[in-house]
């Protein structure tokens, strides 16, 4: 990775962070997938949505420091064919016990998620690409992890179907997240 | 200066004289410099890991925060961690592998520090994982602790490169955070054993370099359960006592309105409480207390 652009990019995680409090009124994730869904729809036409069988996502890890983690989810491409994928993924956070936790996700800003626009990603067959969420280890008050999380539900823009990604975290307060992207790169 | 006064009319001074020693003592505050910074008492604000990073571009650099004029007065990035070890990153080097490393602010921040004597300048963190989570090593506790700590000192190293990029903070601070995850079991003793496998290794190496800890008092308490005692340790900690965001911006340690809340049998005058780690929005700031006897270095 060139060290410039790795700077820019390291630079910007936390202001990512800062953008998801800032921004008045954090959207939920099926509000950024319905958003990008408007413009998807227009383009789905001369796009080649990937299926989901032919999709498998998986923790490629998380980066945690002092406070603050990025975690990284591939996407990978198990099928002959060439798809395309776009936008922001829709999340959900699942408990241990199956149920929905509450969570305020955003779209990231600031300068670690600049230049990520929602725009179409090619996977060519076994080709990868990858979104990340960071947020907040626990309360500054208390001390405390927020909340126990066993797995991501995901859905993809024009992808029938939901992705189940184990990953156990315990984020506190609100979580932004980037648009697919292409490649593996863990952040 | 209520009382100084008082004190003076129960020796019976005349009004005239009573005026006049008034009005020097007025003038001569007008003419002291506000001690409305934080820094005019030893406190410097800083930054870790990803952000923020200075609000100006020229030097001498100023924190984005806490109204104007402050300096941006030390930063603290992600030197290396056990989450970032692989086939391919041996020693879990952080530059240019983490968000939470950010060469331009270390930068700004040791231009403040040499240039213009402000502040601490830069120093790392180690994000370290309890004996439940070897990296595949399979070591003992003290050995796993060890380990780290030598990686970590080599990730200092090779960052510092004789002298290419200056760490004056010198302190190795140990990431410890989330109880249950990063290997860090119930098991206090085994995780003290790893805590103290990597002290005794960073103050043996002879390096000019001190061992520290990064926590919350809670977190600290359920990890080390049972073993929690860190009075000749370097403490930053992340807990604050009333809420997340304090308003106005602290400039002490402790206050009317909400103390740091440090661990392991120190407060916030104890020798060794350095840092301590607030938010505002969902930015990370520090506070860092030069009054304490920091291991800091000119060159």
Request: hydrophobic share 40%; proline share 7%.
């Amino acid at each position: 990775m060139p060290a410039k652009r790795t700077a820019g990019r390291l630079a910007a995680i936390a202001a990512g962070v800062i953008a998801v409090a800032s921004a008045a009124g954090a959207v939920s994730a099926t509000a950024l997938a319905l958003t990008a869904g408007s413009h998807a729809a227009r383009t789905a036409a001369t796009r080649h949505p990937c299926r989901a069988s032919a999709l498998r996502l998986r923790l490629a890890g998380t980066d945690t420091g002092a406070g603050s983690t990025a975690l990284t989810v591939t996407i990978t491409n198990r099928s002959a064919a060439a798809c395309s994928l776009q936008g922001y993924p829709a999340l959900r956070l699942a408990r241990p016990d199956g149920s929905v936790a509450p969570a305020r996700i955003a779209a990231g800003r600031g300068p670690l998620f600049a230049g990520m626009s929602p725009a179409e990603v090619r996977l060519r067959p076994a080709g990868q690409a990858s979104f990340f969420l960071v947020y907040r280890d626990f309360n500054g008050r208390t001390g405390r992890s927020g909340p126990a999380i066993s797995a991501l539900r995901v859905r993809l823009l024009d992808v029938p179907g939901r992705f189940t990604v184990p990953a156990r975290f315990a984020p506190f307060g609100a979580l932004s997240v980037s648009p697919v992207r292409p490649g593996a790169r863990r952040e | 200066m209520t009382t100084r006064t008082a004190r003076i009319r129960r020796r019976g001074a005349p009004p005239a004289l009573i005026g006049v020693l008034a009005s020097l003592i007025l003038l001569a505050g007008a003419n002291a410099p506000a001690p409305a910074f934080a820094e005019t008492s030893g406190f410097w604000y800083g930054a870790d890991s990803g952000a923020p990073g200075p609000s100006n571009s020229n030097p001498p650099y100023n924190e984005p925060s806490c109204g104007t004029g402050r300096s941006y007065g030390g930063y603290i990035g992600k030197i290396g961690g056990a989450d970032l070890v692989s086939s391919s990153n041996p020693s879990g080097y952080g530059p240019g592998n983490t968000f939470a490393w950010n060469s331009g602010y270390s930068a700004s921040a040791d231009t403040n520090h040499f240039r213009y004597g402000r502040g601490v300048g830069a120093g790392g963190y180690w994000f370290m994982f309890g004996p439940d989570n070897t990296d595949g090593t399979n070591l003992a506790p003290k050995d796993w602790g060890r380990q780290q700590a030598e990686w970590a000192l080599a990730d200092w190293q090779r960052w510092y490169g004789e002298g290419a990029h200056r760490m004056p903070l010198r302190i190795l601070w140990m990431d410890v955070e989330v109880p249950g995850s990063y290997g860090w079991g119930s098991n206090g003793a085994d995780n003290r054993e790893v805590f103290d496998g990597f002290w005794d290794y960073v103050t043996h190496a002879h390096e000019g370099i001190k061992p520290g800890v990064y926590s919350t008092n809670y977190q600290w308490g359920v990890i080390m359960s049972g073993h929690t005692g860190l009075l000749h340790t370097w403490e930053w900690t992340a807990q604050i006592s009333v809420a997340s965001s304090p308003s106005p911006c602290p400039t002490t340690f402790s206050d009317s309105r909400q103390f740091a809340d440090f661990y392991g049998g120190q407060r916030e005058a104890s020798q060794h409480t350095a840092i301590w780690q607030w938010s505002l929005g969902s930015a990370d700031y520090d506070q860092i207390d030069t009054n304490k006897a920091l291991p800091l270095t000119m060159h």
